[in-house]
């Protein structure tokens, strides 16, 4: 869409509205025409000055012309945030109007999304947009940070000292001292990188209903569509016994704490655990081995195939 085109609309919308109420709507003419109408500039009109958010309908306005979004409005206690002035119960029409004739980028365009969409159904694309950032995958802490994959790969290893691997393979140790206290302990989180790509491997123990388990997951950095084209599988044993899971990692999407109370992954109880441990079961000694592959498209049958990582 062409902003000459835009500007036109928006500005007969306002026209309009403002012949009815001068006084509501002049804060936004001024705004509109103060540095040249442009598409950018509309946008920013719609941003709520508190959350910074695209506003949607209801829009408030305070008896300046001040405006916010109506989850903000109950969040400054009913005071305009501009020019402290208390809040009534006003809608801001024209905005409201502006927002139906538009169409614009999504927010993560700067991000490589390329899409452009109706001002009522970007907030929903936004909210599953591929291109949006993902939140660190890390579990030992309450982490906010977000980020492309490079970037929360260095972050993993530089802030979170995290155990970082190469290869497809793995055989990795985990031992607790007191196996009786299972509740949300969890060790330290473990990344691979093979396929050019990144896996985070979680091992954590806690309790499904009276019974306490350990549980062994896999994570893909990436999004869930990439996730589904390799698998991994896992296993874990002793005297003469093991167990093995076999399934498709979960995406960073989905967090940990999802994954894990969905059960999908390798599940050990911990009598079955102490069991693996050795004979006095006094103390949690389990070793897990696993393998990460890629499904090919057999292009012959159309089924998939195993592409084991050297």
């Known amino acids: 869409m062409e902003s000459g085109s835009v500007d036109n609309s928006l500005s007969s919308l306002i026209m309009m509205d403002e012949a009815d109420n001068p006084h509501q709507f002049s804060s936004i003419t001024t705004k509109l025409h103060s540095n040249g109408p442009t598409a950018t500039s509309v946008h920013e009109l719609l941003e709520c000055p508190v959350c910074t958010n695209s506003m949607y309908p209801p829009i408030h306005q305070c008896h300046n012309g001040h405006t916010l979004c109506s989850t903000c409005k109950t969040r400054v206690n009913n005071r305009c945030p501009t020019c402290r002035q208390e809040l009534g119960d006003i809608r801001c029409l024209a905005l ?74 793995f055989n990795h140790r985990y031992v607790k001292s007191n196996p009786m206290e299972v509740e949300n302990a969890t060790w330290m989180l473990t990344v691979f990188h093979c396929f050019g790509q990144y896996f985070c491997l979680h091992f954590e123990a806690f309790q499904i209903g009276t019974a306490p388990v350990y549980m062994a997951f896999l994570r893909f950095m990436g999004d869930e569509r990439e996730a589904r084209t390799y698998g991994y ?5 002793g005297n003469g016994r093991k167990l093995t899971y076999e399934g498709s990692p979960r995406s960073i999407r989905d967090s940990h704490k999802k994954v894990r109370d969905s ?42 195939i195993p592409n084991l990582c050297s």
Not at 153 to 158: F, G, I, Q
Not at 233 to 237: I, Q
Not at 269 to 287: C, H, I, P, Q
Request: proline share 5%; charged share 25%.
């Open 96 to 169: 409201e109007k502006i927002a139906e004739s538009l169409e614009l980028p999504c927010r993560y365009s700067s991000l490589g999304c390329p899409d452009i969409f109706p001002y009522y159904s970007k907030l929903k694309h936004e909210s599953i947009c591929n291109f949006r950032p993902y939140n660190c995958p890390y579990t030992g802490s309450d982490c906010s940070v977000v980020g492309d994959i490079s970037y929360l790969v260095t972050h993993l290893r530089d802030d979170h000292r995290v155990d970082m691997h190469s290869g497809c393979t």
């Open 233 to 237: 599988s896992l296993e874990v044993g």
């Open 263 to 304: 059960h999908d992954g390798l599940i050990v109880y911990r009598n079955m655990a102490l069991f693996f441990s050795g004979v006095d079961r006094k103390e949690l000694k389990l070793r897990v081995t696993g393998r990460i592959w890629k499904e090919q498209q057999n292009p012959e049958d159309g089924v998939c």
